[in-house]
C-alpha cells in the first residue's frame, strides 16, 4: 500500500482540544459513522490500516491531548506523526528536533561577514537590489536579525525590503507593520503558522 500525505492540519484556532479528533477526521476526509464507537475510537481504526504522514502544526496550546497522539501511534504501527509546537509533548519515544534561528553578531566586528545570518540577509539583499552596497549599514543589518532572533523566513523578508528601504528604516519597523511583523514568530504577536505569515506579507512600493 500506498503512503498517504495529508495537508499539515492547522491547529492554531483551535480553542481547545475537543475539537482535535473533528479536525483531524476533516482533514483526512473521514465522515463519521452512526454506530456505537466513539468519534476518536473511529478515527483510530481509520488509520489502523493506513501508511501515512500526519502533521500537526501548532500543537502547543493542546498538550493536553498529547495522549491522542499516543493513541493513533500505537493504534496505527505505519503512521507517523509530525508535530510542530513550541512546548515539547514530553511522550514516551518523543523524538525532539529544535529550530534554532541562524547565527549573528551581537556587536559590529571584523568577523561580521561570516555569520550565517548576515550571508543569508545579503544574499537575498543582492537578488532585489544587485547594486546593494552593505558597507555603512551592517549595523543596521545586525539590528534586523537581532530583531527577528536570527529566524532565516524572517531575514529573506525583511532583506526584500531593501529593494525601496535602506537597512536602517528596516530595522525601524516594529510588530503590526507588513514583512517583519509577519516573520517575528517568537514575538508578542503569535501568527497561526507559516501559510498566514506568507499571505499577510506585501513588499512595499514607493
Given at each position: 500500500?500506498t503512503?498517504?500525505?495529508?495537508?499539515?492540519?492547522?491547529?492554531?484556532?483551535l480553542?481547545?482540544?475537543?475539537?482535535l479528533?473533528?479536525?483531524?477526521a476533516?482533514?483526512?476526509?473521514?465522515?463519521?459513522?452512526?454506530?456505537?464507537?466513539?468519534?476518536?475510537?473511529?478515527?483510530?481504526?481509520?488509520?489502523?490500516?493506513?501508511?501515512?504522514?500526519l502533521?500537526?502544526?501548532?500543537?502547543?496550546?493542546?498538550?493536553?491531548a498529547?495522549?491522542?497522539?499516543?493513541?493513533?501511534?500505537?493504534?496505527?504501527?505505519?503512521?507517523?506523526?509530525?508535530v510542530?509546537?513550541?512546548?515539547?509533548?514530553?511522550?514516551?519515544g518523543?523524538?525532539?528536533y529544535?529550530?534554532d534561528?541562524?547565527?549573528?553578531?551581537?556587536?559590529?566586528?571584523?568577523?561580521?561577514?561570516?555569520?550565517?545570518?548576515?550571508?543569508?540577509?545579503?544574499?537575498?539583499?543582492?537578488?532585489v537590489?544587485?547594486?546593494?552596497?552593505?558597507?555603512?549599514?551592517?549595523?543596521?543589518?545586525?539590528?534586523?536579525?537581532?530583531?527577528?532572533?536570527?529566524?532565516p523566513?524572517?531575514?529573506?523578508?525583511?532583506?526584500a525590503?531593501v529593494?525601496?528601504?535602506p537597512?536602517?528604516?528596516?530595522?525601524?519597523?516594529?510588530?503590526?507593520?507588513a514583512?517583519l511583523?509577519?516573520?517575528?514568530?517568537?514575538g508578542?504577536h503569535?501568527?497561526?503558522?507559516?501559510?498566514d505569515?506568507?499571505?499577510?506579507?506585501?513588499?512595499?512600493?514607493?
Amino acid at each position: 500500500y500506498t503512503l498517504s500525505l495529508y495537508d499539515a492540519l492547522r491547529l492554531a484556532p483551535l480553542k481547545s482540544s475537543v475539537d482535535l479528533v473533528s479536525t483531524i477526521a476533516s482533514q483526512a476526509g473521514y465522515q463519521f459513522q452512526r454506530n456505537n464507537l466513539a468519534p476518536s475510537q473511529q478515527i483510530l481504526e481509520f488509520f489502523s490500516a493506513k501508511k501515512a504522514l500526519l502533521v500537526l502544526d501548532n500543537f502547543e496550546h493542546l498538550l493536553d491531548a498529547a495522549s491522542f497522539v499516543v493513541d493513533l501511534l500505537q493504534a496505527a504501527p505505519e503512521l507517523r506523526i509530525l508535530v510542530t509546537s513550541r512546548e515539547k509533548l514530553s511522550l514516551s519515544g518523543e523524538t525532539v528536533y529544535t529550530l534554532d534561528g541562524l547565527d549573528y553578531p551581537s556587536l559590529l566586528d571584523e568577523e561580521v561577514l561570516n555569520y550565517s545570518a548576515i550571508k543569508l540577509f545579503l544574499q537575498c539583499a543582492y537578488r532585489v537590489r544587485p547594486d546593494f552596497n552593505p558597507d555603512d549599514k551592517l549595523a543596521d543589518i545586525i539590528q534586523i536579525c537581532k530583531l527577528v532572533s536570527g529566524l532565516p523566513l524572517a531575514i529573506e523578508l525583511a532583506a526584500a525590503w531593501v529593494e525601496v528601504l535602506p537597512p536602517a528604516e528596516i530595522a525601524r519597523i516594529r510588530l503590526g507593520e507588513a514583512a517583519l511583523a509577519a516573520a517575528m514568530l517568537d514575538g508578542t504577536h503569535k501568527w497561526a503558522n507559516l501559510q498566514d505569515l506568507l499571505v499577510c506579507y506585501d513588499p512595499p512600493t514607493l
